[in-house]
């Protein structure tokens, strides 16, 4: 059932693992967006030790009377795994995947990370923190069915995340692939990534000329 909503959330921005708010082309993403007059949420995520699905869930829980079917949700890395449980549950307007795994790649991950203290906790607390992220299957049947545009940002050499993640992913969603000149995981030294913001302007001016703005079907049960 459709209900009005005051001052609806266009955009929602996902960070990935271990972000602080500063961090990568989030905040030049979500500034640019505000400038075209958008209404962004870039919340701030729980940290490790409590860097867990769970408590992302909640995080977001607080502005959900917020969301529309034609929100706009962009996950990078970790955030783009948090999405496919997301959205297993909620309709949206569109969901841009940004350098998402597919599965975990724990053997590979602990060799990437190995090398910073940082990393080396995060495999340290792996099952009770980002490992949560990844314990139960994906409906992607039901992210299909929720979620009305698809596009997935890949970085064309990505130690963490390899291209065969990105097909099977595909495979699953469809959607528009994306590929960015940039030999990392979309994220350090990266602090803008032009396609990506003109992305979600596209897929925001398409989707509220489709139909009315501030209107919501809410979660799906």
Known sequence: MLQNVKRP????????????????WYPQLANSLREEGLEVLYPHFPLLP????TNWETTLRHHEGRFTDKTIFVGHSLGGRFLFKYL???????????????QAEIENWRRQLSGSLGGRILIALWQQTNGTFFEEPVNWKAIKQNVNK???????????????????????????????????????DLERIPELTATVLKIY?????????????????
């Not at 297993?88 to 597919?102: F, N």
């Not at 291209?163 to 030999?183: D, F, P, R, S, V």
């Not at 001016?205 to 049960?221: A, K, L, M, Y």
């Open 150 to 188: 698809i596009h997935l940002f890949y970085s064309t050499y990505d130690l963490f995340i390899p291209k065969t993640h990105l097909i099977e992913i595909q495979k699953m969603l469809a959607g528009e692939i994306h590929w960015i000149e940039n030999g990392r995981h979309l994220d350090v």
């Open 50 to 53: 409590f860097q867990t699905l």
């Open 205 to 221: 001016r398409e989707i509220t000329s489709s139909h009315p703005e501030g209107q919501s079907r809410g979660v799906e049960h």
């Open 88 to 102: 297993e549950k909620r309709r949206a307007g569109a969901a841009i995947l940004v350098s998402a795994p597919y």
């Open 9 to 24: 959330i266009n955009v929602v921005i996902i960070p990935g693992s271990r972000h602080t708010k500063k961090e990568y």
